[in-house]
DNA sequence: GGGGGAAGGACCA
DNA sequence: TTCCTGGTCCTTCCCCC
């Protein structure tokens, strides 16, 4: 395999970046090169060595590319990179602030020194925490044979054989970390804890504060049992108190001697603190020590960064102070390896030696050429370092930015296996978010596989999502689009991670409008009921959406996920009524849907016939009784077709589902958006069927809506009960097969027409009247179709071109702009499935003739008014509107819309235009990384079933 | 060209 | 035989407007 990498420059056969990193307080002096010489032995030939190998080949070429650059440099960009770095210079000179008194303190091995704290045993023994496969930490004795953190404990083993190695305990560590941290909070109450064992404080107002105190406050009692303290010492005018003695029975034998105590009228022992920094600290590191019988080391500096380079000068269990003046720092920072700043890893000292830097000093000197060669971020860091600035404000209340689980197993192939921890791990960082309170838009999928390649494959939502459900949803899909992507192989891995980014702001937080829970809540809702979503209020409590602000786009779809690498979000021009994706568009349909429903039924002039395809009244086929939890049997169709709603949560689900065997799971949700009820409901009310379905259970819920509306609408099942049972659980290629009857061409390739949605179109008021015959036309229909990303969304026929295709019996087909023409020749409820147009497509292109060229002006679905305007958009806008009146009327809810203001003014109808939400580009292939290579940028462009939509307009 | 998403990677404890 | 976990930030590529 990867041979090249042991003939770079990292050496014949050896690998520095899996050399022993000794940059850790207890492991001078050691032999490096014996050490290194057992971690190769051990490692080599393992998949891992074999990875770090492709890995270092990868650096090694960046430094190269990066030395060619520096050889293309003239002198003439290094003077002007020089005045650049000058002229900045002088400006953080400027704002430099020495006024902070910064203290990074680290508890000494934490994790090992709580373990032989409590079992004493370990005291005198090399031990490290952590497993075989890898260590947490390890102590001071381990240190001294190579053995440290991150570090696999079979090596370690190998470097030690006498090591003991304690399994983690993380209960416990947090336990103690909670004690430290009360100690912490008297000194600065805001500090900034950055794990379990280390943390940031500003104890500049303690110090302000502290000046005033009487001894009294600065007197703290020894325990009988220890007799830690501390002395000051003074090294070339850089006062360095360094704790000594005792404090740390367990781990450091070595102490010097103390300080005499004072003692108290009781006879106690007793330690006199002073008032400056220095004292403030020791005293503070004092209180862990008596509090936890553990020493921590601190830093003191005027910013972070060197706060954090002090607190490991005189580890373990020391502290160090940087005097806040300008010259102290400069001297203290000119010899620092660059590799002792946080931030600076082995790739960056690598990058930098390739040029000759290896201290702080050189970084300064280097600048113009660093400006030159980095990325202004990094160079400007670097800039910040070689003048020893650092933060001088600690960020107290930093927002999350995202939150993850992952986990590492033996190697895994089975789908079975992978389906189910994948919902694991959804499952459990549902709880961490829901712990915190969190949702968010984005969830990424990480996998590495046995050869310890990683890869990451996100998906970012229009809505923020949380649950269990939801996460696994979308991070089932991205797993499937891998398992595809390595198919006929099974896809082994070793590590998987979930992780959900892009939280929602507060903004976002604030309720949605119009949700439809709180429409279908029942009546008496007890109002007391604390809303699990905040969303989830009554339609009544909201106002109607302002004309011209868009609502989210709709979720992507599951299947167009799988089928394309390069899907793209479409978000019709019917801006804000696309539905299915996100619980509020969801509800949007699902309002509109009524509201069609009535308006329909108002115009009927005939009673729709039993069967009839309008009839939501009537139901066809063979119905069947759900007996809920509470034993109310309800009404529901016995029929699988699934409406486009629940379309989504098919394709969603069918493929894990059906290969994880989790029956729960098919019901979960009809979206990767949810909507949930709020707690306290005891039953929902359907809209389609208006009865009541006595459970508070959405999976319930929405399965009973699913039936409903397949049975209202498709009137005719070929479906068994089995299918029934098991939920509308069937692959993507199975109803493809099935609704085309394999008809479709094989053009290039209907690979990517996706097939989106068996849809039930007058379960949204289409229109579908084929009494008057085979062929029939509707003008006047709303058609239900799916965008790429399988936003559902209602459209008046024709202004969005979209591709249909009908099973087993009918056909449909785009007849003209405005018109669905209708063919059946053996049963007038023909089934509609759609065909993605896919692809970005600019709401523009393909435009629909213009209204001179269709003939008649624009009919409104809903009021049934013609609209003096041939401007799509904002015959858009009025249709939405319109509905939107429609539903809250309906509700019985809020004043009316005036719809004058449906058509909108040039600049509303700019708002209307405003860009659209970009599809993630979904499984592209990347630099690296195992995908397949992307589309070409036409293809991308025109998305995969133009070719099938072209037909259609040719 | 700028903005922003996706993917990968560096880095940290 | 065996090389973690959870988080942040940055870079690069790419697409869209």
């Known amino acids: ?47 891992f060595y074999e990875n770090e190998l492709k890995k270092e080949q990868q650096v090694n070429q960046r430094i190269e590319r990066m030395m060619l650059q520096k050889a293309h440099i003239t002198e003439q960009q290094l003077s002007k990179a020089q005045a650049q770095v000058e002229k900045m210079t002088s400006d953080l000179e400027r704002g430099r602030d020495l006024s902070r008194v910064i203290v990074h303190v680290d508890m000494d091995a934490f994790y090992a020194a709580v373990e032989t704290r409590d079992c004493p045993d370990l005291m005198d023994k090399p031990m490290a925490v952590g497993s075989m496969s890898m260590l947490s930490t390890s102590n001071y004795h381990a240190r001294k044979f190579g053995v440290r953190a991150a570090m696999p404990g079979f090596i370690a083993k190998k470097l030690c054989p006498n090591l003991v190695i304690v399994p983690t305990n993380f209960d416990k560590y947090r336990a103690v970390s909670a004690e430290v941290r009360e100690v912490f909070a008297d000194y600065d109450p805001h500090f900034l804890p950055m794990s379990l064992d280390e943390a940031y404080l500003d104890i500049s107002d303690h110090l302000e504060q502290r000046r005033g105190w009487p001894e009294a406050l600065r007197t703290h009692r020894l325990h009988t049992n220890n007799t830690g303290t501390a002395r000051v010492e003074d090294h070339g005018g850089l006062q360095e108190t360094v704790e000594v003695e005792g404090l740390s029975p367990v781990l450091f034998e070595n102490s010097p001697s103390s300080s005499p105590c004072l003692q108290d009228a009781a006879g106690g022992e007793v330690e006199v603190f002073g008032t400056c920094a220095e004292e403030a600290v020791r005293e503070m590191r004092f209180r862990i020590e008596q509090k936890t019988s553990l020493t921590a080391s601190a830093g ?35 010899d620092l390896p660059v590799r002792k700043i946080s931030g600076i890893g082995k790739v960056t000292e690598k990058m930098l030696g390739a040029l000759g830097i290896t201290s702080c000093s050189h970084l300064g000197q280097e600048m113009a050429l660093l400006a030159l060669l980095f990325s202004e971020t990094s160079w400007h860091h670097f800039l910040h370092i070689s003048m020893g600035l650092g933060s001088t404000h600690i960020e107290r209340d930093g927002e999350r930015k995202s939150m993850s689980t992952e986990r590492t197993f033996g190697e895994m192939g089975a789908l079975e296996e992978q389906f189910s921890l994948c919902k694991e791990l959804c499952q459990d960082l549902a709880q961490d978010l829901q712990k915190e309170a969190l949702k968010g838009k984005t969830v990424t999928l990480k996998l590495k596989n046995v050869n310890f390649e990683v890869k990451t494959r996100a998906w970012t939502l229009p809505c923020a999502v949380a649950t269990t459900e939801e996460l696994f949803a979308v991070a089932k899909d991205l797993l499937k689009t891998e398992i595809d992507n390595v198919s006929p192989q099974p896809l082994r891995l070793r590590l998987m991670g979930v992780r959900v980014s892009s939280f929602a702001s507060a903004d976002d937080k604030k309720p949605l409008q119009k949700s439809i829970v709180g429409f279908l809540h029942k009546k008496q809702t007890d109002s007391s009921s604390t809303s ?90 063979p119905t069947s009784s759900t007996t809920t939890p509470e034993g109310t049997q309800t009404h529901t169709p016995k029929n699988t077709n699934t409406s486009a709603e629940t379309d989504i949560s098919m394709s969603a689900l069918t493929a894990s589902d059906k290969m994880t065997h989790e029956p729960s799971a098919h019901a979960s949700t ?14 929902l009310t359907c809209p389609v069927c208006f009865r009541e379905v006595n459970t508070t259970e959405l999976t319930v819920f929405n399965r009973h809506i699913d039936q409903c509306l397949s049975g209202v609408t498709m009137g005719q099942n070929n479906h068994t009960d089995t299918e029934l049972e098991r939920g509308p659980c069937v692959c993507e290629e199975e ?65 969005n071109p979209v591709c249909l295709n009908t099973c087993p019996n009918g056909d449909v ?63 858009n806008r009025h249709v939405d509107l319109c509905l939107n009146q429609e539903v809250l009327h309906e509700l019985g809810g809020l004043a009316s819309v005036d719809r004058t203001t449906h058509t909108a003014p040039p600049a509303a109808h700019k708002e209307r235009e405003q860009p659209l939400q970009r599809a993630p580009q979904k499984g592209k292939s990347k630099r690296r990384g195992l995908s397949p290579p992307p589309p070409s940028k036409k293809a991308k462009a025109l998305g995969p079933a133009w070719n099938t939509i072209d037909k259609f307009f040719r």
């Open 532 to 621: 699990q979503i905040s969303s989830h209020k009554p339609v009544k409590e909201h106002p109607p959406r302002p004309p011209g602000q868009t609502q989210p786009s709709a979720c992507p779809s599951m299947v167009q996920q799988r089928r394309g690498q390069e899907g793209h979000a479409w978000v019709p021009s019917l801006g804000g009524v696309e539905v299915g994706g996100t619980g509020e568009n969801q509800q949007s349909f699902l309002q509109r849907a009524h509201a069609q429903r009535l308006r329909l039924q108002a115009e009927r002039e005939d009673p729709p016939e039993k069967g009839d395809c309008n009839g939501f009244e009537t139901r066809r086929g």
């Open 1 to 47: 395999m990867a041979t090249g990498g042991t003939s770079s420059s990292s050496g014949e056969g050896f690998l520095s970046r899996m050399a022993l990193n000794d940059n850790k307080a207890g492991m001078e002096g050691l032999n490096r090169d014996k050490i290194n010489k057992i971690i190769m032995e051990s490692s080599k030939g393992s998949r």
């Open 300 to 334: 003191i500096a005027p910013n972070m960064m060197l706060a954090k380079v002090c607190s490991d000068k005189n580890k373990p269990n020391g502290q160090y102070r940087l005097p806040s003046n300008r010259q102290a720092v400069i001297d203290f920072i000119q």
């Open 735 to 799: 109803v493809e097969k099935e609704i085309t009857g394999g008809k479709r061409e094989e053009g290039p390739k209907e690979k990517g027409s996706k097939l989106l949605s068996r849809c039930v179109l007058d379960s949204v008021g289409l229109r579908l009247d084929s009494s008057a015959g085979d062929h029939t036309e509707s003008t006047t229909g709303l058609l239900l179709y799916e965008t790429s990303t399988a936003n559902i969304s209602l459209s008046t026929v024709g202004l």
């Open 670 to 683: 009809s979206s990767y958006c949810s909507t949930e009820p709020e707690s306290g409901t005891d039953s």
């Open 813 to 875: 087909s785009i007849h003209r702009a405005n018109t669905l023409k209708v063919s059946s020749q053996s049963d007038p409820h023909v089934r509609v499935c759609l065909l993605s147009p896919g692809g970005p497509r600019p709401m523009t292109t393909p435009k629909p003739e213009s209204r001179d060229h269709r003939g008649p002006a624009l009919t409104c679905p809903v009021c049934q008014e013609t609209q003096d305007t041939n401007d799509l958009t904002l015959f």
